[in-house]
């Protein structure tokens, strides 16, 4: 496995933060056999989730260099408030997960809404794709 494809599974809860959170990534490569990334965070509050994150995985921060800058016009992730996430199974389809956490299959575009970063179609999920489950009405 090369350098890159070996940090980037290190790092792969960091890249979680960054697709849930809204973060624009303008740069990710491998230099000075460091992960080295570049991007803009939503607030100051994503930006710091981000950096707890890279700590959590990494508390001496010794094979990544983020250079993360704060940018108010990005969107703000969706939905503000409480989520939760919930990791797709086989046979599973949105319809099923709404009815499994709202009561109510119909609600499944809720989670088709919080999660349209990464879905193009509410028929189209697959096993090991993690959702974001909004919390709340």
Sequence with gaps: MDRFEELKQKYASVFAVVQQQGVRLTQLHVQDNKLFMRGAAPSEGIK???????????????DITADITVDSNLPQPYP?????????????????IAKDFYGNANDYMRIFEANKDTLNDPNKIHAGQE????VGR
């Design 48 to 62: 710091n989730a981000l950096w707890n994150q890279i700590k959590a995985v990494n508390p001496a921060y010794d």
């Design 131 to 134: 959702l974001v489950i909004p």
């Design 80 to 96: 503000a408030g409480p989520r939760r996430t919930y990791t797709v199974k086989p046979g599973d389809s949105l319809s099923k």
